[in-house]
């Protein structure tokens, strides 16, 4: 008996019926609390009073006729505690032989699993998701002959590291050709990250692009903190709205791709980086360089390969089929059946889209969510394209930097003439413009006052 508990991997205790330890192991004898020489001979009862714990289901084995088994904390482990019943094969009774498994370790690593499972799910799902959302970013649809040529062009500069500059309105599409510039590229496997230069507060560039040491200023992290550019280390940084960059931090850029080194806000140490950099602007930079905006030298180290994206109203070709691509990728996501009636795709071809691309994608959209039908018509697209579908496509514009009071006030001039010039009637401009009918009476009459020159007001729509 003795050597059958020691052979067991478990801790084993054998109690025979008068209920006296007859053979206990190592094991088990540990997680009694005593040495196993002095439990053997010792009854349960007498044990009960001298050990650390005794397994209770070997005294409720030793009464009934079942095995028993309970799981209980010993000293912080976790053990399963089985007592099984032993007899003869004439059914004498000889006793119990118990059975303890220390299952904290499994216990444990079950645990691990289940949150490595749980993770895993949740890494597909978001993988899944940026799978998606990769695949509804990176397709570039270019058919005109003007984007073939830029395809053409990005395809050749991919290969090199030369930094280029992408310049188009607003919408165009230069955030869609930097990432397929770095897709391209031998730095593909690393990252891709945008700046968007427009939208972070001049303030908080500095240390956003360049990273911050420890204590740099009130409020740094001890750690002090990476910025973007050592983000894109290995990779591709896009300096989206280059033209934005203040003065100051356009020499330090500069520095960046001269050396390839800089250094945080509050250091000393030169970081070192390897980054591939893009720019992208709607601005005339060399304008700005003429009137002291923008760095000479920086503007010539980033104009080494500069690649023009058109406007989209110069591209019309391009237009029906990114109406078709986005009005698949919107029907998919929204999970509903939409065609275009082909008078909106030629009020399409008609329409200026002064917010390019994006204007293309961000009214597809709506219509696919909007419309009430499978067709979408005309009369579900918004009065500036129904004036399109006539055949006269009014553009509104500012030329150059103003003041905004001054463009403003010119922007609205230009809508109020343009929309009555198209519409005829004060009631469609009111529409147009989504303001009252007599709202738009009142700004047109004071721009004919101001001898603005919009069209007289019809006679018989005039009203307070
Ligand atoms: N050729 C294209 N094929 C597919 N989608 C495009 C294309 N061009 C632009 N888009 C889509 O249009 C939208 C605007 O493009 P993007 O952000 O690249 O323009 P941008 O010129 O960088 O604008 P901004 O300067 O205002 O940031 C994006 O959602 C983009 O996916």
């Given at each position: 008996m003795k050597a059958l508990v020691e052979a067991l991997p478990d801790g084993a205790i054998v109690v025979d019926p008068g209920g006296r330890v007859v053979a206990v192991n190592e094991q088990a004898a540990a997680l009694c609390g005593l040495p196993a020489a002095a439990m053997e001979?010792?009854?349960?009862?007498?044990?009960?009073?001298?050990?650390?714990?005794?397994?209770?289901?070997?005294?409720?084995?030793?009464?009934?006729?079942?095995?028993?088994?309970?799981?209980?904390?010993?000293?912080?482990?976790?053990?399963?505690?089985s007592a099984i019943p032993l007899r003869a094969p004439d059914g004498r009774r000889l006793g119990v032989l118990g059975l303890l498994r220390d299952i904290t370790e499994l216990d444990r690593l079950q645990r691990t699993v289940e949150r490595l499972q749980h993770t895993q799910e949740r890494y597909k799902d978001e993988l899944q998701g940026l799978r998606h959302s990769w695949a509804e970013r990176d397709e570039v649809v270019a058919v005109s002959a003007p984007m073939r040529r830029v395809l053409d062009l990005v395809e050749r500069v991919a290969r090199v590291d030369s930094t280029v500059l992408l310049l188009g309105e607003s919408g165009s599409g230069k955030g869609v050709i930097a990432r397929l510039l770095h897709r391209l590229s031998p730095r593909a496997q690393g990252p891709f990250v945008k700046v968007d230069c427009a939208s972070?507060?001049?303030?908080?560039?500095?240390?956003?692009?360049?990273?911050?040491?420890?204590?740099?200023?009130?409020?740094?992290?001890?750690?002090?903190?990476?910025?973007?550019?050592?983000?894109?280390?290995?990779?591709?940084?896009?300096?989206?709205?280059?033209?934005?960059?203040?003065?100051?931090?356009?020499?330090?850029?500069?520095?960046?791709?001269?050396?390839?080194?800089?250094?945080?806000?509050?250091?000393?140490?030169?970081?070192?980086?390897?980054?591939?950099?893009?720019?992208?602007?709607?601005?005339?930079?060399?304008?700005?360089?003429?009137?002291?905006q923008f760095r000479p030298d920086l503007y010539y180290r980033l104009h080494v390969?500069?690649?023009?994206?058109?406007?989209?109203?110069?591209?019309?070709?391009?237009?029906?089929?990114?109406?078709?691509?986005?009005?698949?990728?919107?029907?998919?996501?929204?999970?509903?059946?939409?065609?275009?009636?082909?008078?909106?795709?030629?009020?399409?071809?008609?329409?200026?889209?002064?917010?390019?691309?994006?204007?293309?994608?961000?009214?597809?959209?709506?219509?696919?969510?909007?419309?009430?039908?499978?067709?979408i018509r005309l009369s579900d697209l918004p009065p500036a394209l129904w004036g399109g579908a006539r055949g006269a496509?009014?553009?509104?514009?500012?030329?150059?930097?103003?003041?905004?009071?001054?463009?403003?006030?010119?922007?609205?001039?230009?809508?109020?003439?343009?929309?009555?010039?198209?519409?005829?009637?004060?009631?469609?401009?009111?529409?147009?413009?989504?303001?009252?009918?007599?709202?738009?009476?009142?700004?047109?009459?004071?721009?004919?006052l101001r001898g603005a020159g919009p069209p007289a007001v019809p006679a018989q729509e005039r009203s307070g």
């Amino acid at each position: 008996m003795k050597a059958l508990v020691e052979a067991l991997p478990d801790g084993a205790i054998v109690v025979d019926p008068g209920g006296r330890v007859v053979a206990v192991n190592e094991q088990a004898a540990a997680l009694c609390g005593l040495p196993a020489a002095a439990m053997e001979g010792r009854g349960l009862g007498e044990l009960a009073g001298l050990a650390r714990w005794m397994p209770p289901s070997l005294g409720l084995a030793l009464e009934g006729e079942e095995r028993r088994s309970f799981i209980q904390e010993v000293e912080g482990r976790r053990v399963v505690a089985s007592a099984i019943p032993l007899r003869a094969p004439d059914g004498r009774r000889l006793g119990v032989l118990g059975l303890l498994r220390d299952i904290t370790e499994l216990d444990r690593l079950q645990r691990t699993v289940e949150r490595l499972q749980h993770t895993q799910e949740r890494y597909k799902d978001e993988l899944q998701g940026l799978r998606h959302s990769w695949a509804e970013r990176d397709e570039v649809v270019a058919v005109s002959a003007p984007m073939r040529r830029v395809l053409d062009l990005v395809e050749r500069v991919a290969r090199v590291d030369s930094t280029v500059l992408l310049l188009g309105e607003s919408g165009s599409g230069k955030g869609v050709i930097a990432r397929l510039l770095h897709r391209l590229s031998p730095r593909a496997q690393g990252p891709f990250v945008k700046v968007d230069c427009a939208s972070i507060p001049e303030s908080l560039m500095e240390s956003e692009l360049f990273g911050y040491e420890s204590g740099a200023f009130t409020g740094a992290r001890r750690a002090g903190k990476e910025g973007l550019i050592e983000q894109a280390q290995g990779g591709t940084l896009f300096l989206d709205e280059i033209g934005e960059l203040p003065p100051g931090l356009q020499a330090k850029l500069l520095q960046v791709i001269q050396e390839r080194r800089f250094t945080r806000v509050g250091g000393v140490r030169p970081v070192e980086v390897d980054v591939r950099i893009l720019a992208g602007t709607h601005r005339d930079l060399q304008e700005m360089v003429r009137q002291g905006q923008f760095r000479p030298d920086l503007y010539y180290r980033l104009h080494v390969v500069p690649v023009t994206i058109p406007p989209l109203r110069d591209r019309p070709e391009d237009i029906p089929v990114l109406a078709r691509h986005f009005l698949d990728r919107f029907r998919v996501r929204y999970g509903v059946e939409r065609h275009l009636h082909p008078e909106v795709v030629e009020a399409f071809l008609r329409y200026s889209w002064p917010g390019n691309v994006r204007e293309l994608e961000n009214m597809i959209e709506r219509l696919v969510v909007t419309a009430e039908g499978p067709v979408i018509r005309l009369s579900d697209l918004p009065p500036a394209l129904w004036g399109g579908a006539r055949g006269a496509v009014p553009r509104v514009e500012v030329h150059g930097i103003m003041p905004l009071k001054e463009a403003l006030e010119e922007v609205e001039r230009q809508l109020l003439t343009q929309a009555l010039r198209l519409y005829g009637s004060t009631t469609r401009v009111g529409e147009a413009l989504g303001i009252h009918q007599s709202t738009a009476v009142r700004k047109l009459q004071k721009l004919r006052l101001r001898g603005a020159g919009p069209p007289a007001v019809p006679a018989q729509e005039r009203s307070g």
